[in-house]
C-alpha cells in the first residue's frame, strides 16, 4: 500500500491529469471524500486491522451523483463536457425525468418518485456498463502508467465498489484540502466550456437559500414606478427582482436589481425580459450612479474604470446564449 504522500500525489493526479471528457471523476472523487469523512474513525481502523474493505453499491453513488448534478444543470444550466450535442448521461437522465426548464423549488422538495426513477437510471447507465461503464474502471487510470488501483477495487457484476480500508482512512484524514482541490480542478475544468459567473460556488452550492432582498427596497426609494410596467408600486407588494436571473449571476448586487410589481415580478421569474429593458436597466444604472452610493459601488465591482455597460450586455446576451426564456413584459 502507498504511504500517505503517494495516495495525495496519486489522487491530486488524476484530478489534474487524468483523461476526462466530461466531470464524471470530480464527482465520484467528491462522493468517496464525504463517504469517508462520514465513517467513524473507530470503524475505519478495525477495518484496516482486519484487512476488511468498505463495500459501497452503485445505487448509492448513482444517489449522489444526482444531487450534484442536479442544481447544476436545474438551477444553473453549466455544461458538463464539451460536446453540446452529447451531453454526459448524468445531464440526459435528468432532462428525461425533470425537464429542461429552470426548476424553481430545492432537489430536497422533488417529488421522491422522480428521484428514485432518476437515480436507477443514472446507476444503469453510467455505473453498469461493465469496462464500459464511464467511470468506475476509468478513474484510478493515468495514462502513461501502469494500471493501479490504490483506492478502490468493484465489482460490475455485483454493483459496488470495494474500498479499501487504507483509502478510507485516507481519505477521512485529508478531507478538507482534497475536497478543495476537487471542487477547485472541477471548476477549472468548467470554466473551458463555460462563460458563467461564479462557478466554483454553483458546483459547491447544492441547496441554497436565497437572503430576502427588502432591504434593497430602500436603495431605490426614490422608484415609485413598476420597472416593467410603469404602474405606481403598491408598498405592500412591491418585489426586488433581479434583472438578470439569479441562477446565472448568483449574486444580489444593486446594478442588477429593480423594483417591479407582483404581477411582473412573478411573471418574469427567472427569465429574461427583452432588449428593450436591458437598456433601461443601463440608463438606470448611469443616471442614478452619482446619487446612490450602493449602486456606484456595485458598478465599480463590475469595472473599475466605470465601463461597465459591456459588461451587463455581455452577462444578458450570455445567458440568453445558455437558454434562459426571454418573457414579454409587461
Known amino acids: ?168 482512512s485516507f481519505f477521512h484524514r485529508n478531507y478538507t484540502i482534497l475536497t478543495k482541490a476537487v471542487f477547485f480542478e472541477w471548476s477549472k475544468f468548467l470554466e473551458k466550456i463555460n462563460t458563467l459567473p461564479r462557478l466554483i460556488a454553483k458546483v459547491q452550492s447544492e441547496e441554497v437559500r436565497r437572503r430576502s432582498l427588502t432591504s434593497y427596497q430602500s436603495v431605490f426609494q426614490d422608484q415609485i414606478d413598476c420597472f416593467y410596467c410603469n404602474r405606481e408600486l403598491d408598498e405592500r407588494q412591491t418585489h426586488v427582482d433581479h434583472f438578470i436571473p439569479w441562477s446565472y449571476i448568483f449574486e444580489d448586487e444593486p446594478w442588477n436589481l429593480v423594483l417591479a410589481c407582483q404581477q411582473c415580478n412573478l411573471r418574469k421569474s427567472d427569465s429574461l425580459a427583452g432588449l428593450n429593458f436591458r437598456n433601461n436597466l443601463i440608463n438606470r444604472n448611469r443616471d442614478y450612479q452619482k446619487e446612490i452610493p450602493e449602486l456606484r459601488k456595485s458598478l465599480l465591482s463590475l469595472d473599475t474604470d466605470n465601463n461597465w455597460v459591456p459588461v451587463i450586455k455581455h452577462h444578458y446576451n450570455n445567458c440568453k446564449e445558455y437558454g434562459f426564456t426571454v418573457r414579454d413584459l409587461p
Open 1 to 168: 500500500m502507498m504511504d500517505d504522500e503517494e495516495l495525495r500525489n496519486y489522487f491530486i493526479s488524476i484530478l489534474t491529469k487524468g483523461s476526462k471528457s466530461n466531470t464524471y471523476k470530480f464527482a465520484l472523487a467528491r462522493f468517496l471524500l464525504e463517504y469517508s469523512d462520514k465513517q467513524d474513525l473507530g470503524s475505519i481502523k478495525n477495518k484496516i486491522n482486519n484487512n476488511e474493505k468498505e463495500i459501497v453499491s452503485f445505487s448509492k453513488i448513482a444517489e449522489k451523483f444526482l444531487k450534484y448534478y442536479w442544481h447544476q444543470e436545474c438551477k444553473y444550466r453549466i455544461r458538463q463536457n464539451y460536446d453540446p450535442n452529447n451531453h454526459p448521461s448524468v445531464v440526459k437522465v435528468i432532462r428525461e425525468v425533470f425537464g429542461v426548464k429552470y426548476i424553481p423549488g430545492y432537489f430536497s422538495s422533488m417529488p421522491r418518485e422522480k428521484k428514485e426513477n432518476a437515480e436507477e437510471k443514472i446507476r444503469e447507465r453510467v455505473f453498469g456498463m461493465g469496462y464500459r461503464s464511464q467511470v468506475v474502471p476509468r478513474f484510478q487510470k493515468l495514462k502513461g502508467q501502469p494500471d493501479r488501483h490504490p483506492f478502490y477495487e468493484w465489482d460490475i457484476s455485483s454493483g459496488h465498489l470495494e474500498i479499501k480500508p487504507e483509502a478510507l
